[in-house]
């Protein structure tokens, strides 16, 4: 199983960015998918995760309703669209598949959900 994290670099506060996950190995309709971050000198915190089947999405509260999460099934590719960004979103962003099949619900509260992670993109918020 494979992912690669895409997308990241540079942009103003306020500005988007949209980050890919492509994964191989590992069908996503039947896998969650969860983003977290790590800023430099802090841990790596839960951004967003998007379940298998119905593709239900699950925010942490620092990001709800700034970013939104999406699946393409046929290109096996999760997606983070960021809007609205602040500085504090600056990070190295990760995805990360759920080695389990159709578990239902996801979450990013901790990172015990997660058996495959990809190496990572940066994200920089700066004017």
């Known amino acids: 199983v494979q992912l690669q994290a895409s997308g990241g670099g540079l942009v103003q506060p306020g500005g988007s960015l949209r980050l890919s996950c492509a994964v191989s190995?590992?069908?996503?309709?039947?896998?969650?998918v969860g983003w977290y971050r790590q800023a430099p000198g802090q841990e790596r915190e839960g951004v967003a995760c998007?379940?298998?089947?119905?593709?239900?999405?699950f925010f942490v509260g620092s990001v709800k309703g700034r970013f939104t999460i999406s699946r393409d099934n046929a290109k096996n590719t999760v997606y983070l669209q960021m809007s609205s960004l602040k500085p504090e979103d600056t990070a190295v962003y990760y995805c990360?598949?759920?080695?389990?099949?159709?578990?239902?619900?996801?979450?990013?509260?901790?990172?015990?959900?997660?058996?495959?992670w990809g190496q990572g993109t940066l994200v920089t918020v700066s004017s």
């Open positions: 998007i379940s298998s089947g119905d593709g239900d999405p």
């Open positions: 190995g590992l069908p996503l309709e039947n896998h969650a």
């Open positions: 990360a598949a759920d080695g389990l099949r159709d578990v239902g619900a996801c979450t990013v509260i901790g990172t015990q959900w997660y058996e495959y």
